[in-house]
């Protein structure tokens, strides 16, 4: 069983490559189960969650070893609770508004200052049968178009950047042709207006998706993806997280083995794709 960890590698790592970097150790608090966490770029910060300590982390960009966190996010007031199966895998960040975005149970997403600390309470809850969230979805803000989306049940519901409580989106992707499907992060390109995330919905692939999509968040309905990467067809492997590299006009993905097996038998791996398209 692998032991929780943060792990940088170089840019054009390939193979079987050490890291350069390593972020472990009781000191840090992280815990398993973290299937999705942020860089925040403008204030060079790490942001990850601590299931098992319900817990929101926030490190240096370069932090190292067995480093604690600047600042720690956990209590009764901060609303974060697990649940049986683990959960609060996941978490986004908003560097322009300075916001810290949560995905928790049973459908909705907890907002926090992104220099909270200690046991604070949340700036805002986005939570009710209207807003159409199930689970612990990904979530993502475009701050240029100033909408925040979330990919749950089959579809990317975008939202007014601040909505709250039982609020409605105002505009959701969904249906056949759109092929929006399931995936553990999903990223925004504000630059373009695009939102990255899973598509070709596979059974038993929950977290992850067989191809990546970019769509524009201006649309609505049933709307088919602007770009497609095949990466199951071309690699073998499921995505189930993305990041991008806009420097370099690359996407990344973090790709698991547990669910589809792919043919080298490795179970994990990282794929860089070029993918100039979109930037």
């Not at 966190?69 to 697990?82: D, K, M, N, S």
């Not at 807003?131 to 979530?139: A, E």
């Not at 990344?252 to 990282?270: D, K």
Request: aromatic share 6%; proline share 9%; net charge positive.
């Amino acid at each position: 069983m692998a032991h929780p960890q943060i792990a940088a590698f170089a840019r054009l790592a390939k193979e079987n490559t050490p890291p350069v970097r390593v972020l472990e150790g009781q000191k840090t608090m992280i815990s398993r189960t973290m299937h999705g966490f942020a860089y925040d770029a403008i204030h060079d910060e790490i942001v990850v969650t601590s299931p098992l300590a319900q817990a929101i982390l926030t490190f240096r960009g370069a932090a190292n070893g067995e480093e604690r966190p600047v600042r720690v996010i956990l209590g009764p007031h901060t609303q974060i609770l697990g649940t049986a199966g683990g959960g609060l895998d996941k978490v986004s960040v908003d560097p322009v508004n300075n916001e810290i975005l949560l995905p928790v149970a049973p459908g909705g997403v907890l907002v926090f200052d992104r220099a909270a600390n200690a046991d604070v309470a949340p700036k805002r809850l986005l939570s009710g049968p209207d807003t159409q969230i199930r689970g612990m979805s990904p979530v993502a803000v475009d701050p240029a178009n100033n909408v925040l989306i979330v990919n749950s049940g089959g579809a990317m519901l975008i939202f007014d950047r601040t909505a709250s409580g039982n609020a409605k989106p105002k505009a959701v992707i969904r249906g056949e042709k759109s092929g929006v499907a399931a995936i553990s992060t999903i990223q925004v390109y504000p630059e373009k207006g695009w939102v990255i995330g899973g598509c070709d919905r596979a059974p038993g692939m929950a977290g992850s998706s067989p191809a990546i999509c970019a769509w524009s968040v201006k649309d609505n309905g049933d709307a088919a993806p602007r770009w497609k990467i095949p990466v199951q067809q071309l690699t073998g492997y499921s995505p189930s997280g993305i990041a991008l590299d806009p420097t370099n006009k690359a996407v990344i993905m973090s790709c698991a083995g547990q669910r589809l097996r792919p043919p080298n038998g490795i179970m994990n791996a990282v794929i860089t794709f070029s993918w100039p398209e979109i930037f």
